[in-house]
């Protein structure tokens, strides 16, 4: 058997001598193909401030129930920004009611979903910051007078919803117009948490799911925003037109008992 | 480390040399022997994707195959899926980008070949095809390689484009560039360092590798 094998490849080989080029392309294109088509588990999208949170759950929903999602991160804008033009997600768990709206409005969801999570917003300053944290952003006014504020994070208002919500927060201080020279948007929570808690700035307004984790909140101190202060962090959920059963499972596994602990253990309110 | 990630990168940069080498030799001889009308336009439209930044080709390839436009509607009828945020959105991406890199190199290559060396070919009796494959391309060799490495080196590194085509899904789209930004974002700073440091070996190795064959290749030039 492998003789003939092997004379035929050696035949076939000379025959192609002369197309050898065409010929390492085409099998260049099968493998890229194969890359692309290989079984790959179901993707969910998830708005940055679920980081450590989802990760917790959808590691959970693997050894419960055996089946796997991955998941990407992003800021709730730019990922419905990306299921419009296309990008093969099952379910997207946004950090507001609005972005996962408009994706049903525009008829790309199986229904308009459900709201899984309350999210808070805190004030994190990094050790050794100048910054005195509380919950009436009065030590963030005081170093803003004194000129200490060298750099604030927060995220970027357009696209990440917990970054609108620290708009209205400093909006509501007095303070926006004073400090809006002074930030430095992250393009998503994660990364203005990132920019807070590496002492690349004096300290920001972040998501309090981010900072609960033990390796993040090490570094720094925090106080909670009084929830009334901004429109209220309601994170919505919805099922995307190519969700997988996997996805479906996942979806209700998001609203089954494990998860809602899990949420609540990292920061979030859970609705009734 | 993200294997899945290193394994997307390397076919990504095997993929888009495939693709591009074989049309850069045809293309980078053609500016090179040949005088036309608008061969500046063609030359300055060649080096376009140098200058121009990847957001730039990103919103375009986003904007005339996204799911929204009439040719990403066809496209994903025909494929099953969009041309964005996929294995082949990238390379294609990667392609446009990486012309530049191919073409150049190459072109310089077969400059310098002196017309004198072409002409005796031919009055050897040679075929066209023989005085290409003989003479010409074995001596523009090295324009070749440099060619190769540079796109290698250059779609190991792209980012921005591959962010926004792309939209970092893992084992499709998620190149280890992309991964580096990812576990930054997620706190995860030894892994991100990891990956920082493969790419950085990647990259001098690859760099070594070049120019130690072209030595080779070319020893007069060592």
């Not at chain 1, 089946?67 to 800021?75: A, I, K």
């Not at chain 2, 300055?44 to 390839?61: D, E, H, N, Q, R």
């Not at chain 2, 060396?117 to 324009?143: H, K, N, Y």
Request: some cysteine; aromatic content about 8%; charged content about 15%.
């Amino acid at each position: 058997m492998r003789p003939i094998l092997r004379d035929a490849a050696f035949t076939i080989s000379r025959r192609l001598s002369k197309y050898s080029s065409l010929a390492l392309i085409a099998v260049w294109l099968l493998g890229l193909q194969d890359v692309s088509l290989a079984q790959r588990a179901p993707t969910v999208a998830a708005a940055a401030n679920l980081n450590f949170a989802l990760t917790e759950i959808a590691k959970q929903f693997e050894r419960d129930r055996g089946m796997r999602v991955d998941v990407v991160f992003g800021s709730s804008g730019t990922l419905t920004r990306q299921i419009r033009d296309g990008a093969p997600f099952g379910m997207f768990l946004a950090a507001d009611e609005e972005f996962p709206n408009q994706l049903t409005s525009a008829g790309l969801t199986r229904d308009a979903g459900v709201v899984y999570a309350i999210g808070r917003l805190v004030i994190f300053a990094p050790t050794g910051s100048p910054l005195m944290v509380d919950e009436r952003l009065d030590g963030l006014s005081r170093l803003l007078r004194a000129g200490g504020v060298t750099r604030f994070a927060i995220a970027n208002p357009d696209v990440a919803p917990y970054g609108r919500a620290a708009e209205a927060v400093l909006r509501k201080h007095g303070l926006w117009d004073a400090i809006r020279s002074r930030l430095v948007v992250g393009d998503t929570i994660a990364q203005a948490a990132q920019f807070s808690t590496t002492g690349n700035a004096v300290g920001g307004l972040i998501a309090y799911s981010l900072v609960k984790e033990p390796g993040v909140a090490d570094r720094g101190r925090y106080a909670l925003i009084p929830e009334t202060d901004h429109a209220p962090l309601r994170q919505r959920m919805v099922l995307l037109k190519r969700a997988t059963p996997v996805v479906e499972q996942f979806y209700a596994y998001m609203q089954g008992a494990a998860a809602r602990t899990a949420l609540i253990r990292n920061g979030y309110q859970v609705p009734q | 480390m993200d294997w899945a990630a290193l394994r997307v990168s390397l076919w990504l940069g095997a993929g888009t040399i495939a693709i591009l080498l074989p049309l850069g030799v045809w293309f980078g001889r053609l500016l090179a022997v040949r005088e036309f009308k608008g061969k500046l336009l063609v030359e300055a439209l060649v080096t376009v994707p140098i200058v121009l930044p990847p957001t730039v080709l990103g919103f375009y390839l986003l904007v005339t195959f996204g799911a929204r436009s009439p040719l990403g509607q066809a496209f994903e009828a025909l494929v099953g899926h969009s041309l964005p945020f996929s294995f082949q959105g990238l390379l294609f991406a990667s392609v446009i980008a990486n012309v530049p890199f191919v073409v150049q190199p190459i072109q310089r290559g077969f400059e310098a070949i002196p017309s004198d060396v072409r002409d005796a070919a031919a009055s050897c009796g040679l075929t066209p095809w023989q005085r290409f494959a003989r003479i010409e391309l074995p001596l523009a060799w090295p324009g070749v390689l440099t060619a190769a490495v540079l796109t290698f080196a250059h779609t190991l590194g792209e980012f921005g484009v591959v962010l926004m085509v792309g939209g970092n899904l893992p084992g499709q789209t998620r190149t280890l560039s992309v991964a580096i930004y990812d576990r930054m974002q997620a706190f995860d700073d030894r892994s991100a360092g990891v990956m920082a440091a493969t790419l950085l070996t990647i990259s001098v190795v690859t760099l070594m590798a070049t120019t130690a064959l072209s030595r080779r290749v070319n020893p007069h030039r060592a």
